[in-house]
Structure formats: structure tokens, C-alpha cells
């Protein structure tokens, strides 16, 4: 007799066959490896009470200066942040619809939960959110369940329709009172890549009006970008606008979009993705392009200041049809003071707007001069970087994207590629990937104010979020590779190359994303399977011992180590802090679940394959520190077979039902010794598993007794 210890090379390689891996580990799931020896992942608790809604693409965790800790949430339906364990509700509100629109609007039919409000032209469509307010019941309906959120059920141009619980006891063509408030919150998005050939599918004019679309149209899932700015965030949608959320500490205001701001002006739309760099200038990618169009306005009849002796009245020989925030220039006016470009800061009436000056000029306008609006819309440049200004004094100025001389606002474009997919701050410069190539953008200080640079154009990127910076070292998942930067563009070898991207959903890639588990050296990429339209997969990188493994988990979004000493992660309405205790903790109200982990060898020859051997004893060396169950225990699993095609069970290559077991199972625990087997066969693989409550694990160098049994099967 002789005993084997089993040695095998630390990483997964999938991308050889089973018997060519002769040394190595073959499959696995939620293990790592630590000095070179797996290990079983830790576990994961969840942190708000309350789920969210939707499927979250972002979370960012933060600190405030009044020592809070916020985590912000995006998802294809609402905005967030938790604090503590609560769960906010951030959602910007799109427009709020009120009496005279909404008198006596709600109509309900006798034995219906549904119920069926008639406001003109609303502009919501099915899923959405409204909220109603100042409503009294109709038709048996109580006030309570008709004054609080709803989700749209269903939506025409003039109507939309809630459920409510309690069924109408009478049918009412109009009712609910003259004292209705219906605000509706930001649109929803998609949570995956969905296709659709209904009306409105397609490019527009591809047919007779109202028809449908003969090929499907694919509606991209939707895509949120946080920054933290002081002790706010700034966020955009990805094709949308730009939203700003500022913080209080009882999380009382909603976000609200960046342009309706005080002071903001030129701030662009349709934004592929924002970023800060480090020198606090927030860059947004793909986006509209500065313009400036101005329009002769009415006549003016009088500039009147108020008793704040800066704010000046104006009125206009007839409606002016400005908004608040809107900009305007007046000219020869008369003090000067009264001149300039200005941003109207209210509209009292149809025919009056007010603004501020920068000083009290000491009179009344002596002439009242004319004025002409602004509009800063721009076309669409899916290659275009704009960036706001930074004001030497103050600091950064995120609503102040119009290129002065005495700014530092500006833009850039892209030469190569298509789109901007996405970009990502370093220490030293933001990097910037078009589907093809990768720039550099570095801040000068000068008057150019940025450079922009090409680092390689033989790249690709399959999303937004699939870049990752470790060690000062970039990597992100491509199409069909992995990459990584250090100043030069290479591929990164990868013994999970052909498993991990000849099994993916490629039409959602952009749900992938990538993240860092700093405490084990990992990078990690989330993934949808070939057959998955949601992330169910992750392969990781560990960067330290360059080797690559793989699982099976379900998540969203990802977020490091930070003021939360845990990284977290987002699935299914809940924010997790992972390597917290060694166990699933799927919601607050459930038990805690096992993790099932495993890792399994390669078939290991017997001299060549050639000879039969017969193992008798397996001599375990498993560690269970930091288990948080007294009785932690792992299966120890050796199968055999003669052939690379035969399973590991109880028939041979040919399918044949064999008379004795080829696969052996035990049970090991903290005192286990030794495990008696008996498995006979040419090939041989280990296997180690655990599937119980409270069970951490690290394997060693566990060692095999076996004896040769003769040439013949």
C-alpha cells in the first residue's frame, strides 16, 4: 500500500477536457482559494428590512459629515438610499396633476378592485407609479386605500387604472371631490433586454399609422450611474437625464432632475453614463452637445424691482411662455445691472417672470430693453464627453455645464467607434471605452482644461459596468476575452475563457458588471447564462495568485468595502453585506439557509491510465475555522471509472449497469481520521462538499491510501 497525497494546482481550468486536467480542479461552486488551497465562500446577510422594487444596476455606500451611513440603490423602477435598516423611497416625481385637472376624476364599477382615474393627457403609461392624494371614497372604495401609491395597471392617453382592495359596492362615473393631487414619479425602465413588435415599436414611419412592428425591437434594460458629491448624489439614467438627490438627515427630499436646479444651465441630456474625475469636474458620456439657440422675445412693458432690491419684475406685452429655470438675455437695459444672462426664478403670471440681478444698481430701469430666450438643446453625439465647470472658489459646480472664458466647462469627442460603453475614474486620469477603442482623458489645468488620448483601438467591452480596478491594475470582461491596463492594453489569460463566454447571454450583456472583493484579491464578474436572461453566474480572477474560478449566485449590482466594513451586494429587493457569517440569510423574516459549496478534481491517471487501483482509505485534511456550528461536517467524495467518457457512478462508457459502486461517500467532521472507501477503476477524482447550516471549510493536502489491482476491467 502507498499514500497519495492529493496535490492539485490551485484555479479552475474548464477550458481543457476532464482527463487533460490531469492535476488541476475541474468544477466548483461558491468556493475561493486561499494560499493555493480552496476554501468554502462566506456567507451573506441582509441589511434593509423593506425591499425595494425592481431590479437594482447600482448601489453606492457612503459616510456623511454628521457621521451617517447612506447606501444609495438604482433600480429599473425606483430610486433609494437605506439608512440604517430603512428602506427611502428617492424617486424623483415627474409632474404632480391637481384640481382643476383632477376634480371628481375617479370613476369605479360595482364589484371591481379596479378602479379608473380620468386626468387628460397624464403622460404615464402601465407600471408606472402615482401617488393620490386629497381623494374621498368612491363607490364603496375607502379614502385610505385610494390616497396612498399605486402601480398602473393599465393607461390610455386620458385614463389609468390602480387596484385597490376592497371592492366598489356601486358603480360611479365620476367621483373623489375637487381636492385631488396625482403625482406621477419618473417612468420605469426595463430589468432585462426585452423585445417587443407592439405600436410604437420601431423606427417611426416605417409604416401606416398605428401598425405594428414586423421585426421585434429590442428595449434596452435601464441603467443607473451614481456619484456621491459631498454628502448628496448625483445619478443619471442611462439615455436619460441627469438627477440630483440632496441629502438630510431624515431622508426627507426626493431627487429632483439636475437641470431645475438653481443655477444650472446647458446641462446635457441623454447621458450614457456620468463620472467625477478626480479633479472634481463631473464628466457625462454620450450625451447632447452644447447649443445655444436664441429667440427674440416679447415686447417688454416694465422692470420693476421688488422690495428685495435685486429681484426684478418683468412684464411682457402678452404671454411670455417661459418656465421657471429657464434662460433668458436681456439687453439695453438701462442701469447695466439690469442686463445679461439670466435664469428666470419665477413665473407669477402669464405675462410677468422674475430674476435676480448680481447687485442693487440703487434705482429702477430707466429703459427696459428687449430680451430673447434661450435654449441650450443639442443634438445627440453617442461619442461626445461634456464636463461641468469647477469654479476655482467654491469648488465643483455639477449644474454648470455652458463653456465660458471664465469657466472651466467644456467637451471632447471620441474619434473611434460607435458609443461610449463606459468610463472609469483612476488616480490619475478617467479611461473611456467606446465599443472599439480606449482613451485616456487627463486633466491638463490649463484653458484645454482636459486631453484626450488614444491608448488602443484593437479592444471590445460588453457593458457599462464590467470594469474593475485593482492594485492600480484595470481589468474588464470584453465580448469574447478578458482585458487589463497597466499602462498598456493586454489580454488577461483565462483557464475559464471558453466556459464562461461560449455559455453567455450576450444580448443582456449589458446586466453584467464586475466588482471587487478586496479582503480575498478577487475581481468578480456577475453574468447571465446562455439560457438566463438574469444574472445567475460569476467567475472570479484572484489577482494575487492570478488564478481564475467560477459559481452560481444571483445578483445585480455590487459595491466594495467601504464606510461598510462588509462588500455589498443587490438581488431581489434586498442589499446584502457580504462575508458576513458563513450562511444564507435570504431576507430578514427567513431562517438562515446553507451554502451548498463543492469543488471537484480532475480525473487523475494511474500510471498512465494503463493499471487498475484499488483505493481503500482517504485521510482527510479539512479545516473548519470559523464555523459557527458545533458539529461542522463536509462529504468527501472519490469516484473512479476506466474511461474519459464513463460516469462516475454505476454504468460504464457503454451505458451498461455495473454490479458495484464506483463512486464512494463519506461524511467527515472535526474529529473524522480517516474514511474507509473502496473504489476501483484506471481514473480517479476527489470531490469535497458541504451543504449544512454553520459550516465553514479550507481544505488541505488530504491524502489517498490505494494499492494496484491488475490490468483488467
Known amino acids: 500500500m502507498a499514500l497519495k497525497k492529493l496535490v492539485f494546482q490551485p484555479g479552475i481550468n474548464r477550458d481543457r477536457t476532464d482527463y487533460s486536467s490531469e492535476g488541476g480542479w475541474y468544477a466548483a461552486d461558491k468556493i475561493r482559494f486561499r494560499q493555493g488551497y480552496p476554501e468554502k465562500i462566506g456567507g451573506w446577510t441582509p441589511i434593509n428590512f423593506k425591499p425595494y422594487t425592481g431590479e437594482a444596476s447600482t448601489i453606492i455606500q457612503y459616510g456623511t459629515t454628521d457621521n451617517n451611513v447612506i447606501i444609495s440603490i438604482g433600480t429599473n423602477e425606483k430610486n433609494y438610499v437605506v439608512l440604517g435598516t430603512e428602506l427611502y423611497d428617492i424617486t424623483p416625481i415627474r409632474v404632480v396633476i391637481a384640481s382643476p385637472a383632477t376634480d371628481n376624476c375617479i370613476s369605479t364599477v360595482d364589484g371591481s378592485t379596479t378602479i379608473t382615474f380620468n386626468i387628460m393627457a397624464h403622460g404615464a403609461a402601465i407600471n408606472d407609479y402615482v401617488t393620490i392624494s386629497g381623494a374621498t371614497s368612491v363607490g364603496g372604495v375607502p379614502a385610505g386605500e385610494i390616497n396612498k401609491e399605486h402601480k398602473i395597471t393599465n393607461a390610455t392617453t386620458n385614463t389609468f387604472d390602480v387596484s385597490v382592495e376592497t371592492a366598489a359596492t356601486s358603480t360611479v362615473a365620476a367621483g373623489g371631490g375637487t381636492a385631488i393631487s396625482a403625482s406621477f414619479q419618473y417612468p420605469v425602465g426595463y430589468p432585462t433586454t426585452t423585445f417587443g413588435y407592439g405600436w410604437g415599436a420601431g423606427p417611426w414611419g416605417r409604416s401606416t399609422w398605428g401598425s405594428s412592428s414586423d421585426i421585434a425591437v429590442a428595449f434596452p434594460p435601464r441603467l443607473i450611474f451614481q456619484e456621491k458629491f459631498n454628502n448628496d448624489v448625483i445619478y443619471n439614467i442611462k439615455g436619460g437625464d441627469i438627477f440630483y438627490w440632496q441629502y438630510t438627515p431624515t431622508i426627507s427630499e426626493r431627487a429632483v432632475e439636475l437641470k431645475t436646479l438653481t443655477g444650472s444651465r446647458a446641462v446635457p441630456e441623454q447621458v450614457g453614463n456620468i463620472i467625477f474625475a478626480f479633479s472634481g469636474h463631473l464628466l457625462a458620456m454620450s450625451c447632447t452637445e452644447y447649443n445655444i439657440t436664441e429667440t427674440d422675445g416679447l415686447v417688454i412693458s416694465s422692470l420693476t424691482r421688488t422690495t428685495r432690491l435685486t429681484t426684478v419684475t418683468v412684464t411682457t406685452v402678452g404671454s411670455h411662455g417661459l418656465e421657471v429655470n429657464d434662460w433668458v438675455l436681456l439687453q439695453g437695459q438701462a442701469p447695466s445691472a439690469y442686463q445679461g444672462e439670466v435664469q428666470v426664478m419665477s413665473v407669477p403670471t402669464a405675462d410677468t417672470f422674475t430674476y435676480e440681478m448680481a447687485y442693487d444698481p440703487g434705482v429702477d430701469a430707466t429703459t427696459v430693453g428687449t430680451y430673447k430666450s434661450i435654449d441650450y438643446s443639442g443634438d445627440f453625439d453617442p461619442l461626445l464627453i461634456r464636463w461641468a465647470n469647477v469654479d476655482p472658489v467654491i469648488g465643483p459646480q455639477p449644474e454648470e455645464w455652458k463653456p465660458e472664458l471664465t469657466n472651466t466647462a467644456g467637451f471632447l469627442r471620441v474619434q473611434q467607434g460607435s458609443q461610449i460603453v463606459a468610463a472609469h475614474r483612476t488616480r490619475q486620469e478617467v479611461l473611456v471605452w467606446s465599443d472599439i477603442a480606449l482613451y485616456t482623458v487627463q486633466f491638463l489645468g490649463t484653458e484645454e482644461v482636459f486631453a484626450l488620448q488614444e491608448i488602443s483601438d484593437s479592444i471590445n467591452i460588453i457593458g457599462p459596468n464590467v470594469v474593475a480596478e485593482a492594485n492600480n491594475i484595470i481589468f474588464w470582461m470584453g465580448n469574447d476575452k478578458f482585458f487589463a491596463y497597466d499602462g498598456r492594453v493586454s489580454t488577461l489569460p483565462c483557464t475559464l475563457k471558453q466556459y464562461v463566454f461560449e ?125 459557527s456550528t458545533s458539529s461542522p461536517e463536509v462529504e468527501v467524495t472519490v469516484g473512479v471509472r476506466n474511461f474519459p467518457g464513463a460516469r462516475t457512478d454505476t454504468e460504464d462508457v457503454a451505458g451498461n449497469t455495473l454490479t458495484r459502486d464506483v463512486v464512494t461517500t463519506a461524511s467527515v467532521d472535526t474529529y473524522t481520521n480517516q474514511v474507509f472507501v473502496r473504489a476501483r477503476g484506471r481514473q480517479m477524482n476527489f470531490k469535497i462538499a458541504s451543504d449544512t447550516l454553520g459550516t465553514q471549510w479550507q481544505l488541505g493536502a488530504t491524502r489517498i491510501d490505494f494499492r494496484p489491482d491488475g490490468r483488467r476491467g
Open 503 to 627: 455559455d453567455m447571454n450576450k444580448t443582456n450583456g449589458r446586466l453584467n458588471f464586475a466588482g471587487i472583493n478586496s479582503e480575498f484579491n478577487e475581481v468578480i464578474w456577475f453574468y447571465c447564462s446562455a439560457t438566463s436572461d438574469s444574472i445567475d453566474r460569476y467567475v472570479i480572477f484572484n489577482y494575487e495568485e492570478k488564478i481564475w474560478y467560477y459559481g452560481t449566485l444571483a445578483r445585480t449590482a455590487w459595491a466594495n468595502v467601504g464606510t461598510i466594513k462588509f462588500p455589498l451586494a443587490a438581488n431581489a429587493g434586498y442589499v446584502y453585506r457580504h462575508e458576513d457569517g458563513v450562511d444564507n440569510v435570504e431576507d430578514p423574516t427567513s431562517p438562515s439557509k446553507p451554502i451548498t459549496a463543492f469543488i471537484e478534481s480532475a480525473d487523475i491517471g494511474i500510471e498512465d491510465g494503463d493499471a487498475f487501483v484499488l483505493t481503500k482509505r482517504v485521510i482527510p485534511d479539512v479545516n473548519f475555522v470559523n464555523s
